[in-house]
């Protein structure tokens, strides 16, 4: 019998529980993997459409469904609008990021559904995690977003990314997430 892996058994949970909430998606390193990049990765990452007013009842739900927070600071989820919890039969962390702001909710909306080891969830675009890995700006994030670009150049909307950043340069005032795209295009 084969093993189900537990960002599948975490995902399997999860799903229905934030279904419940709204609007979400899976990013992060297990998106790379749901585009068919091989990537390790200890943790999932969800962003879903939630108001830090309603956290407490969201934590206590997911409680409930065996997820246990590992943080209690409001401030702390007021601050960086992160809820980690981990996710207990299986041991593995989660991140639910709370979606507030223009940009989660346009990720959200080209979120589509995709088959994540027998589990259909939401997954953010492969632009829009092209956008989000090259805006984290980590090493392991930049070698995930050049992975994707090199996997799946002919099926990328490059323009859109372009344009995406451009316009987070602008809100952020920075002047790397251009260049760093067009480095790793080659």
Do not use: C
């Not at 962003?47 to 600071?73: C, I, K, N, W, Y």
């Amino acid at each position: 019998m084969p093993i189900t892996p537990a960002a599948v058994e975490l995902l399997r949970d999860l799903a229905p529980l934030l279904a419940r909430w709204g609007p979400w998606y899976l990013f992060g390193a297990q998106a790379v993997v749901a585009y068919g990049i091989p990537r390790l990765s200890a943790d999932v990452d969800v962003t879903v459409s939630l108001d830090a007013e309603d956290a407490p009842r969201f934590v206590a739900e997911m409680t409930r469904a065996g997820f246990q927070p590992l943080v209690s600071d409001p401030d702390f989820v007021r601050r960086t609008h992160v809820l980690p919890f981990v996710h207990q039969a299986t041991g593995m962390p989660i991140d639910v990021v709370l979606g507030a702001s223009g940009l989660e909710q346009e990720f959200a909306e080209r979120a589509s559904p995709r088959d994540v080891g027998g589990v259909v969830v939401p997954v953010i675009s492969r632009e829009d995690l092209v956008v989000a890995k090259i805006l984290a700006g980590r090493p392991k994030d930049t070698e995930d977003a050049r992975a994707l670009w090199r996997a799946h150049r002919n099926d990328l909307d490059a323009d859109r990314i372009e344009s995406v950043l451009r316009l987070l340069e602008e809100a952020l005032g920075q002047s790397d997430l251009l260049p760093a795209f067009r480095s790793l295009r080659g």
